[in-house]
């Protein structure tokens, strides 16, 4: 989904001589635990050693190679190597004399795997060959629910989702949980930038045919693809360009902080653009809020698009308070949320056992 590194304050973790600063006298013993968020640009392994008593404490992050769909043809090769690399870069962020210790268990949150689906099983497989983990020491789930886990690790809320893609999952804090949306930019990417970006070129379209009036809008998206708004045949270079596979869904997205720009000029057709995507995310919260009972919602807003576009995000967030819903800072990231259900399988249920707890709540 796109979901944008954390602040420092959030992973804990800040520069090197910061790290050192934080580091204790002597290093907490006991076996090491990790969280993944496996994204599509990359992917953030974090290390943290097991104290027997929440999520550990924190040690050490590397990065590695982003993640694809596992069904496609490079998607398992891609998902092992993202998992191997920043494993092996956090390994080496560790003091040299904790770089060999054994890891007890790890959780990964990884794009385009659905909780319950054959992806996950997948998942599990491929990461427990890559970590060298039994299965029973592994959760393999969607990076969404690693990033509520993270959020909202003891109480309920909603975290919505704004990048490439859209995405809403919600926990009552009492064992259910519901998602919205988030079914693939082809079918279902309302709120998201690429949405936005597509959404403002296609009206760029519209006004160089004649069917809508011309504004400024034209010109600034075209320029960003580097057009000439001059060139008469500039629409039939667009309508190659959107069909070319390296395009895709991200091609749509970086128009979007221009389409945000232009709105907070004034332009009349990019604030409608961003009002009816901003819609859309309250929309999902609103579905996730009824399916769990949920009244007056905290809500997290992640990603690129309610992050960094200030125009969809101050009108999502006006959205949320005539609903009843109020956005909240999330209390951890999904690297975090990865560590809460990592440590979660080394504390056994009597009645499940530990992994198939954890298990079942991320399939939930």
């Not at 999904?334 to 056994?348: D, E, I, M």
């Not at 009597?350 to 399939?363: E, H, T």
């Amino acid at each position: 989904m796109g979901i944008p590194p954390p602040s420092s304050a959030q992973r804990g973790l800040g520069s090197p001589a910061a790290n050192a600063e934080q580091r204790p006298e002597t290093w907490p013993s006991g076996a090491l635990l990790a969280g993944f968020d496996a994204g599509q640009t990359h992917t953030t392994c974090r290390l943290a050693a097991d104290d027997g008593d929440g999520d550990g404490v924190l040690l050490a992050e590397g990065q590695g190679p982003g993640v694809v769909h596992l069904a496609a043809t490079d998607g398992p090769q891609r998902f092992n190597a993202a998992l191997r690399e920043s494993l092996e870069a956090a390994r080496q962020a560790l003091p040299a004399d904790r770089r060999q210790d054994t890891l007890a268990a790890a959780a990964v949150g990884a794009s385009g795997i659905e909780a319950g689906s054959p992806a996950q099983i997948q998942g599990l497989t491929l990461a427990a060959s890559a970590l060298g983990l039994p299965s029973d020491r592994l959760v393999v789930t969607g990076d969404e629910r690693t990033a509520l886990r993270g959020a909202f690790p003891e109480g309920p809320g909603i975290v919505v989702i704004s990048g490439t893609g859209t995405i809403a999952v919600g926990s009552d804090g009492q064992g259910r949980h519901h998602r919205c949306a988030g079914w693939g930019w082809l079918l279902d990417g309302a709120g998201s930038t690429m949405d936005i970006g597509r959404d403002a070129l296609a009206l760029s379209l519209r006004m160089a045919d004649g069917r809508e009036p011309e504004s400024p809008l034209r010109e600034a998206i075209w320029q960003v693809l580097g057009l000439d708004p001059q060139d008469p045949g500039a629409p039939q270079r667009i309508k190659a360009l959107v069909v070319d596979p390296a395009f895709g869904a991200a091609g749509f997205a970086r128009l979007a902080p221009e389409l945000n720009r232009l709105a907070e000029g004034g332009d009349r057709s990019a604030i409608a653009i961003l009002e009816r995507n901003a819609q859309a995310l309250v929309a999902m919260v609103a579905a996730v809020a009824a399916a769990l009972d949920l009244r007056e919602p905290p809500v997290a807003a992640l990603g690129g698009g309610l992050l960094h576009l200030a125009g969809l995000r101050n009108r999502f967030e006006q959205g949320l308070r005539r609903q009843g819903a109020h956005r909240v800072e999330p209390r951890g990231d999904a690297c975090q949320g990865a560590l809460h259900l990592a440590a979660a399988l080394l504390r056994p249920d009597p009645d499940l056992g530990a992994a198939a707890a954890v298990q079942d709540a991320s399939m939930a």
